[in-house]
């Protein structure tokens, strides 16, 4: 099974239709379900440390069924230890984690996924906070060749960080928020400025990120007739195809240019906010290399961190909050703020954000005059 680029940009479009308002969940799901043939498609969560889950949203896929996996066969589900093992955005097939002999042997398998003419699976962590997860998962049936499965497998680790963005901005309750709220949030968050473009080059949007980017002018900047231009000239030409009307174009491109990733993103008409009158364009910008997520020895060496303190530090980063942290460790939440109040003070973060950016990207909070 070869799956095109076209199927890429086809799934990456109903994604960033999702993150802009204009596109659902079961759109990109049923895109994704028709695949495999008799898949069915399902984005779910499973909490370790409560033994439960359940789907969130879900295609081809029989309500009672979905009722019972969630009432008892959450906790026996047979692949979840092995998808909470894996690095999330990474696609991986069910035999990764245990062998179709095994599987067959087990309650969960005959009891249930058998019964519902499954016979194994591919899937995907998205996202990690503390001891639960939200996963994509797609069943196969006996009918389906393991190197269809293996493609997918592949083509879910492509469209892995675009699903996370996605889901960031689905967890923040981006459909009800404004899209300057969602840039601000979502993207600055990670460190990613994004730009929107109408068909005449003039910025629509721009988050605070993708501002601060423009002010610099490094890579990316604005004309004094306020159209904007990218130092990169193949990028440059490939913006100015996407913007045509009915031209044939790529529909993502990537460039490293002066110490940046741009990443280009041509939108689908149907997957436009509605105050687009014309094809648009997002932009999103990103620092060409990090470094490495700082280690729990640095964060003890560089900042004198005790291991209670680096626990709240690695879940705060991970969207966790002093109330879910307080519930996983059995500690009171006016310690666990004690503990954040101690974080801060040591690392010099003044905000969550700052904290983020320190702890992934190895940036130190900028000082205030007079510090």
Partial sequence: MSITRQVDDKLIDSI???????ARWDTFLTELNGLLPGAGT???????????????????????????????????????????????????????????????????????????EGHGAVGMAILREGSRSFNLSITTTRWT?????????????????HLRRAFIAVESGGRQKSHSEINGRLFDAIGVGVLLLNSERRLV??????????EQ??????????????????????????????????????????????TLLKLEKSHQPRFFERPVVAILIEPKQRPAELSDEKLRNDFGLTQAEIRVVRALVSGGSVAGLAAETSRSRETIRSQVRSVYMKTGARKQVELLRLIQFGERPAETPGE
């Avoid at 960033?16 to 204009?22: H, K, L, P």
């Avoid at 060749?145 to 960080?161: F, K, M, Q, V």
């Avoid at 949007?205 to 423009?214: H, I, M, Y």
């Avoid at 004094?224 to 030409?237: N, V």
């Fill in 16 to 22: 960033y239709g999702i993150v802009f308002g204009e």
């Fill in 42 to 116: 399902s984005l779910f969560y499973h909490d370790a440390a409560r033994a439960e889950g359940s789907s969130q949203f879900h295609i081809n896929m029989d309500q009672s069924w979905i009722d019972t996996y969630t009432r008892y066969y959450c906790r026996l589900n047979p692949w979840i230890s092995g998808l909470d093992r894996t690095p999330t955005g990474l696609g991986a097939i069910g035999e990764d984690f245990i062998s179709y002999a095994e599987l067959s042997k087990t309650e969960f398998f005959n009891d249930f996924w058998h019964r519902h």
């Fill in 145 to 161: 060749d393991p190197n269809e499965s293996r493609a997918c497998a592949a083509l879910l680790t492509r469209i892995g960080p």
């Fill in 205 to 214: 949007s721009t988050s605070g990120f993708g501002e601060a980017v423009l």
């Fill in 217 to 262: 002018g490094t890579g990316v900047w604005l004309s004094p007739l306020g159209t904007l231009h990218l130092a990169d000239k193949e990028a440059d030409d490939c913006l100015t195809l996407m913007l045509r009307h009915g031209e044939e174009a790529e529909r993502q491109q990537t460039v490293l240019t002066e110490g940046r990733k741009i």
